[in-house]
């Protein structure tokens, strides 16, 4: 199989990008589309040109780093799947391949396929674990866990952080992953002590990341190789409404219990 790319091309961060085209033949069907790009690099290697730049580790669709746009699509057009796990039987012999990195100013390019994504860790830092000592795993049985939140909490847990939604998303907006890491904690009981705070400092570092908002368009569900539903962005909305409603409540509450602290009348003191 022979295909025609146009891949972008840049240099470093600052500098000025631009697609570039290229020409690989000797392509099997059961090459993987990263296997493709690795044969390329060997060419140009061979000439003394620049590889390209992307990434890739596990090529099993488990670590989330291999994620590129391809004609227009984030991860390509097979669905439920990232870049690794695409084989090139899915495009035709002789086919146009327009190869591009994440679009997003969250995301700004590193040097050609490859963008920064450290903002989605920013957001876990601010809030994506479990800070509560829990001691050794106990047994399953011990804790009551309904099928239905287990199940949303295990859909949810199955994020691998990859950007796509962010990158198919015509706002940019990471609803939907800061969503799935909001509803896998909220959905089990180790993650309901630290609920409100979590879900509040999560939205509000996803906020400064310069993420956009989410209008709801549904092209994260489309675009994720895990099938995420945006169910998770619901279900984040309802936590981060609960939970503001929650420290509204806190701040009506503090000047009703410093009267009442000051009021002999009302229980207090003089």
């Not at 799947?81 to 012999?93: E, G, K, S, W």
């Not at 040097?111 to 601010?126: C, E, Q, Y």
């Not at 909220?186 to 999560?202: C, D, I, K, N």
Request: charged share 25%; proline share 5%; net charge negative.
């Amino acid at each position: 199989m022979r295909f025609v790319l146009q891949i972008w091309r840049q240099e470093r961060p600052q500098s000025q990008g631009a697609f570039r085209r290229y020409e690989v033949s000797d392509i099997t069907a059961d090459m993987s589309f990263l296997e493709m790009l690795d044969v390329l690099n060997e060419q140009l290697a061979a000439k003394g040109e620049a590889p390209v730049a992307f990434e890739s580790d596990c090529r099993e669709g488990i670590c989330g780093t291999c994620g590129v746009t391809i004609n227009g699509a984030a991860h390509g057009p097979l669905g439920g799947a990232a870049v690794c796990q695409l084989h090139m039987r899915r495009f035709p012999d002789g086919a146009l391949l327009v190869i591009e990195p994440w679009r997003a100013r969250a995301f700004p390019v590193l040097k050609d396929l490859i963008v920064d994504r450290s903002a989605l860790d920013r957001i876990i830092g601010a809030g994506g674990f479990i800070s509560v000592p829990t001691g050794a795993a106990p047994e399953a049985s011990t804790r009551a866990i309904s099928k239905q939140h287990a199940d949303g909490a295990m859909d949810a847990a199955a994020c691998i952080g990859c950007g796509a939604c962010v990158a198919a998303c015509p706002n940019a907006s990471a609803a939907l992953f800061t969503g799935a890491k909001v509803s896998h904690l909220a959905l089990l009981p180790q993650g309901r002590p630290e609920r409100e705070r979590r879900v509040l400092s999560m939205v509000a570092r996803m906020d400064e990341e310069g993420f956009g908002n989410c209008t709801w368009h549904g092209e994260c569900q489309a675009a994720c190789p895990k099938s995420i539903s945006i169910d998770a962005i619901a279900l984040m909305n309802h936590e981060w409404l609960r939970a503001s409603l929650a420290s509204q409540r806190e701040v009506w509450r503090e000047p009703e219990a410093d009267a009442q602290r000051q009021d002999p009348e009302r229980g207090g003191t003089a």
